[in-house]
């Protein structure tokens, strides 16, 4: 789906959605000098659709890939189009956008592969999976270049299990190096540097157990599991984590990225995108703004600010369980939107109307028009006394009668 976010529209919908056919990931797959020129589908089944970058037409169909595969990547410059499948096949395609395309392999990696991820100048890739550690390979030759050590918890004597389920490279400005974030299945993160060791130099839990309970039978159970990290993405100083019960956490990496000696081992939080319904499967940075999008089996696509509070800018309904998605580059807010005006729900949407009605022109009442309620009040409660006092006397009078025929009786 082609979607106009103000609008809350969508330009365009291409597809069916059939069994088998999910779409793993979107990749921008134009020309060096327009990029978003065409986009690529990956599908879960190893087929691949290439669209129109405005979601006009459907350009190609492309068969021969590996199923379930993890990575895509395309170099604009060498118009490569690079993937990695679960089993741990790495293939290349040098013509890509064509019905001929034809992929080559390259090398193996080590199976299962559950995240892969290329660095910057494309020259690194590195992949982990369920009980996979992470490894680090050239891309020349599929020489193994770093393999993680295996870590030992330190209260139970025991190596830690290492389920990877994301990952992203990021660009250390100070060391001129890049490291590794990455974040596991039991509700982990972890960040390495390979050129300098081959432990993290940081590793924490961000979750904490969960636990179900079931009213209706009487009964709570205790899993022994945590909720699993779904998807990264870091920019700058800011490093965004998800998980499977939608909460997207925001930590402060700048002290690892500042210092130029040793990166401390230090993550602090700081705030998260609020109002998240469901498991998150992609986090998706703009190319140039402070924005981040998020979509996932909630059927929502939120678009939110990374800087501040991260306030939510947008929300669209779009009716089906979501797993990918990209920002085009011309996507931007207006100056001096309201960036609350994009939620469609129909609870938001009546309390604002409510609240307008309460304050004319969004203006509170002013202290003349307090103090002329205030004696409208004070003048009702007068005539209600007033009233009761007649009633009172009413009352009293007749009191009085009954009394005078009481005596005439006797």
Partial sequence: KFIEV????????????????????????????????????????????????????????????????????????????????????????????????????????????????????????MTAGRNNPARVHSMED??????????????LKIPRRQWYAASQWLPHQALKRELIFSGTSDGRI?????????????????????????????QELASNDYSATTAIAARSKWLLVANTF???????????LERTEKPQIRVRQHGALQHIMGSVKCLCMHPSENYVGAVGYGRHAYVYKTSGRCPQLAKV?????????LFSSDYHLSDGVNPRKFITTEEEENA????????????????????????????????????????????GDGD???????????
Wanted: charged content about 35%; some cysteine.
């Fill in 190 to 218: 972890r960040i390495h540097d390979p050129e300098k060791q081959r432990k993290p130099i940081f590793d924490t839990r961000i979750t904490k157990l969960t636990k179900v309970s079931l009213p209706h039978q009487g």
């Fill in 400 to 410: 009085e009668e009954d009394d005078e025929e009481d005596d005439g009786s006797e």
């Fill in 6 to 125: 103000e609008k809350k529209s969508i330009s365009s919908n291409h597809g069916e959605a059939t069994p088998g056919k999910t779409v793993n990931q979107l990749v921008w797959t134009g020309p060096a000098d327009n990029l978003e020129e065409t986009v690529t589908a990956v599908h879960a089944n190893g087929e691949f659709t290439v669209f129109a970058g405005d979601g006009s037409m459907v350009i190609a169909e492309i068969t021969g890939g590996d199923p379930d595969i993890k990575m895509a990547n395309w170099d604009a410059n060498k118009r490569h189009f690079t993937t990695v499948s679960a089993g741990g096949s790495v293939k290349r395609s040098s013509n890509w956008g064509s019905t001929e395309a034809v992929f080559e392999a390259l090398f193996t990696v080590t199976p299962p592969v559950s995240t892969a991820q290329l660095n910057q100048d494309r020259t690194k890739l």
């Fill in 352 to 395: 604002s109307d409510g609240a307008a009605s309460d304050y004319s022109c969004g203006q509170e009442p002013s202290d003349s028009e307090e103090d002329e309620e205030d004696m409208d009040d004070d003048k009702e409660d007068v005539e209600l006394g007033s009233q009761d006092a007649d009633s009172d006397s009413e009352e």
């Fill in 317 to 325: 309904y779009l009716k089906q369980k979501l797993t990918a998605m």
């Fill in 246 to 256: 939608g909460a997207v956490k925001r930590f402060d990496i700048s002290r690892i």
């Fill in 142 to 155: 599929g020489r193994l270049l770093w393999r993680e050590k295996n870590c030992i918890d330190k209260r």
